[in-house]
């Protein structure tokens, strides 16, 4: 059950991603044809240039569902990780996460689809797909016939930005499939991360 999950998880990251692909390929074909006919300016009055302070504010309403680009914490899961999480677009983020573990060292990549949750700032749950790559001891490999973990990754959380306040918390599963190493499916990972927005 938790591996169809897991593939399901997979799928669907793919098929977003494959929709935003076409909406943005639907959006650039459909570009308005620009007017060529010359416009005869009238004299206005003059008015005051806007305040820095003003566009920043009207940049920040015109991207509600955005509330921080780029944040780096740890994540208390089957072991203690570094996260970085970076949004890449208004709604795609890439994690990359470092674990910690007494046997050795996973390095995790992952690909997030983020949708807002109406009725509250800042809250938004995601999914994705990734992949993670293991280098553990040698008391590893006897038992795995290798010091290596390679394998693919799902994900499925909530992510959510302190209003003012520079953290970031995010509460999350995050199963594996090993195809390398330990194989077969990891259902273990996953827990809280708590970050600090830089930007």
Do not use: C
């Amino acid at each position: 059950m938790k591996l169809m999950f897991l593939i399901a998880t997979v799928l669907l990251s793919l098929s977003l991603l494959a929709q935003q692909k076409r909406e943005a390929r639907t959006r650039g074909n459909n570009k308005p044809v620009a007017d060529t006919t010359p416009i005869i300016q009238k004299p206005t009055l003059s008015e005051d240039p806007p305040i820095a302070g003003d566009q920043a504010g009207s940049n920040k309403q015109a991207n509600p569902e955005q509330p921080y680009t780029t944040a780096v914490g740890g994540k208390l899961s089957s072991g203690l990780a570094f996260s970085y999480k970076k949004f890449i677009s208004q709604k795609n983020a890439v994690e990359v996460q470092a674990m910690f573990f007494k046997e050795g060292l996973r390095f995790i990549g992952l690909y997030e689809f983020h949708f807002p949750i109406e009725g509250v700032n800042n809250l938004s749950w995601y999914v994705g797909p990734g992949v993670h790559v293991g280098v553990y001891r040698s008391k590893y490999k006897t038992i795995n016939a290798t010091n290596n973990d390679v394998g693919i990754d799902g994900v499925v959380g909530l992510d959510y930005k302190i209003a003012n306040s520079p953290i970031n918390i995010s509460l999350d599963w995050q199963p594996s499939f090993s195809v390398l190493g330990n194989a077969g499916l990891q259902p273990q990972f996953g827990g809280l991360a708590v970050r600090f927005v830089l930007n």
